[in-house]
């Protein structure tokens, strides 16, 4: 019988030399340690009788986690996502006391596993059908740093996990941390000469490029003195940097394309407008990275001008997320030459402006006569006759001197980009002090009709406009009447000012109105606010009381009643009650206020009391 043992612990440390044999030829057989290492978890996993399932965990030291570098007897799909912090589960005691840990019993694994994060213990379930009997943890050392961990688990009852065994694969471990290292020198060895190659490469590359790029420049230096169009400086850097190119307004139209295939127009122009309003207005003015990077990578976008409310856009279409030096050079260069002539054009349309202002200046102020208007319509390129409206733009004086110019910018590039793609529309643009001024020329034969209709147009696609940059409308636009000639111009003028006085006093910061819908309320800017708001009080206040002694909704009932012409059927609907209920509330408000609304004067007085309190509190 002792002589069967002794024959037994022969054979086995003949496997066990064996074993270390085929290890060691493994790891010698490559310098690329992970091209080995999951040969040796198998080959440890089937010399071991208890061995069921093995894993092998390197330390990550960007994630600071052990990761699995190789695993046999699991599903690696999701085992591979495993990574353990140290001191988490088996694998991480191990790690970290930096010894060989044995886990007897399956009491003993599942106390450890269970320290296991929620994730990771997902994934563990994921990928074996139950958690081991038994379990050895080996760590790897290397230059007396624990770099790793050898796993083995047992999952069935025959055999358990013997002396020898751990010994065993604490051999190929010591075995795993020289191949590592050598590994590791070889690679640093690879990397050396890698860098000399790459180093006589780049030296080449930057030779070829620096020729490339100083004529890049150079070229697109010549179109900018020579103030080529966008389409030019387009097709020439979309040639060198072998990538679309296109140049936007600020709104997002393409003004010049180096290729016709314009699929991206719409994500380009929606990626623009959310620029202008993730910038709202003024507050990121001090941006560094000027480039916008579409969702998907597909695009790059260069505001021009200025950071603040560029002047335009140049985009690159590009499948990456970043260009190379050369292109990155040659495209910042393109947006420089770009961004000077839209400066340009913005700089001679200001002194057009100017130039506009003065010659309109005696024309809006009623002092031009009849001798010197044929001269100023002649420097204007515009008739005498036709039909004139005016329209000021009006920006409150509550905001910032740096909100306010960022408004303004908008407010005459909104303009600009409408009277471009309305060529049809003629309007004068120049400034009154603080105020922007639209002046609308129509032609007698198309009508006053069609002068009021040209004018709406334009400012509700202005204000729209506005509306996909800015949470809130940023000016007030006063509207004067068409008058007939550009001798009675100063009329329209003086109406669109008052209009402004009334938005200002009266209205909210951002309303549009013509001179002639404020109705008999004009009146109103003749009187001081107290005076105003006692007039409303007395005819008002014993409704206000009642509201508010009972909670009700006579108030309201009242306004939308005097809205509808007193109508009853339309009042019910809006306030969605029965029109008994509806008659019933109307005789409640006649008897509490003291009125009759059959009475004309009784409803005069109601109807401007309602209207002075609705813009004196409401707005």
């Not at 699991?74 to 005691?93: A, D, P």
């Not at 191949?179 to 080449?204: C, G």
């Not at 198309?446 to 009021?452: D, F, L, M, Q």
Request: glycine share 4%; charged share 25%; net charge negative.
């Amino acid at each position: 019988m002792a002589r069967g043992l002794l024959e037994n612990e022969a054979d086995l440390s003949k496997r066990q030399l064996h074993l270390l044999m085929q290890v060691s030829t493994i790891f010698n057989s490559s310098l690329d340690f992970y091209s080995v290492i999951q040969s040796v978890i198998e080959e440890a996993v089937s010399a071991i009788d208890a061995a069921d399932g093995g894993v092998l965990f390197l330390y990550d030291r960007n994630s600071k986690s052990l990761k699995v570098a190789a695993s046999y007897g699991f599903r690696k799909k999701t085992v591979n996502e495993v990574m353990l912090k140290s001191g988490e589960s088996m694998t991480g005691m191990a790690f970290a006391q930096e010894k060989t840990l044995h886990f007897q019993t399956s009491k003993e694994v599942s106390h450890a596993m269970d320290t296991m994060s929620v994730q990771n213990a997902k994934l563990y379930k994921q990928s074996a059908e139950e958690r081991p009997l038994s379990t050895i943890c080996i760590p790897i050392i290397q230059d007396n740093v624990c770099t790793g961990v050898i796993v083995l688990d047992r999952f069935k009852q025959e055999k358990p996990f013997t002396e020898d065994d751990i010994r065993l694969v604490e051999a190929i471990s010591s075995q795993a941390a020289i191949a590592l290292e050598n590994a590791d020198l070889y690679r640093n060895k690879e990397i050396s000469l890698e860098k000399v190659q790459r180093f006589n490469q780049t030296i080449i590359h930057q030779n070829e490029g620096l020729s490339k790029s100083v004529e890049t420049h150079q070229a697109l230096s010549d179109i900018g003195m020579e103030e080529s169009s966008f389409g030019e400086i387009c097709t020439y850097l979309g040639n060198a940097i072998g990538k679309a190119v296109m140049v936007f307004d600020p709104f997002g139209d393409v003004k010049a394309s180096s290729t016709e295939d314009l699929q991206n127009r719409k994500v380009l122009k929606d990626t623009i407008i959310n620029h202008l309003h993730s910038k709202n207005g003024y507050r990121n003015s001090n941006d560094k990275d000027q480039a916008i990077v579409g969702l998907e990578g597909e695009f790059l976008i260069f505001p021009l001008g200025r950071l603040t409310f560029p002047l335009g856009y140049l985009a690159v279409i590009t499948d990456k997320r970043s260009l190379t030096r050369f292109e990155h050079s040659a495209v910042y260069h393109a947006c420089t030459v770009a961004g000077l002539q839209l400066m340009k054009k913005e700089s001679e349309h200001k002194e057009q402006q100017r130039l506009t202002s003065e010659l309109l200046i005696n024309v809006l102020s009623e002092q031009e006569d009849d001798s010197d208007l044929s001269y100023v319509s002649n420097r204007l390129d515009t008739s005498m006759d036709g039909f004139f409206t005016a329209a000021v733009l009006d920006v409150p004086q509550e905001y910032s001197k740096e909100q306010e110019e960022w408004l303004r910018r908008c407010i005459h590039s909104a303009i600009s980009h409408l009277l471009t793609n309305n060529s049809d529309i003629q309007v004068l643009v120049t400034e009154w002090g603080r105020q922007v001024v639209l002046i609308f020329h129509q032609e007698y034969k198309k009508g006053i009709e069609s002068s009021i209709i040209t004018v709406n147009r334009f400012v509700n696609d202005f204000n729209q406009l506005i509306e996909d940059i800015s949470e809130e409308k940023i000016c007030r636009i006063g509207i004067g009447k068409p008058v007939k000639g550009l001798l009675a111009l100063h009329q329209s003028f003086q109406e669109a000012k008052k209009t402004i006085k009334f938005l200002k006093r009266f209205a909210f910061a951002g309303s549009t109105s013509w001179y002639e819908e404020l109705g008999a309320l004009r009146l109103l800017l003749n009187n001081k606010e107290d005076e105003l708001a006692n007039y409303a009080f007395e005819y008002l206040s014993p409704l206000l009381a009642y509201e508010k002694r009972r909670k009700g909704e006579l108030f309201q009932t009242l306004f939308v009643y005097l809205s509808t012409g007193q109508d009853l059927k339309d009042a019910s609907e809006q306030l969605h009650v029965h029109v008994n209920t509806m008659n019933y509330r109307i005789q409640r408000i006649q008897e509490i206020m003291n009125i009759e609304f059959n009475n004309p004067t009784d409803l005069l007085n109601i109807q401007v009391a309602c209207n002075i309190y609705r813009y004196l509190y409401e707005a």
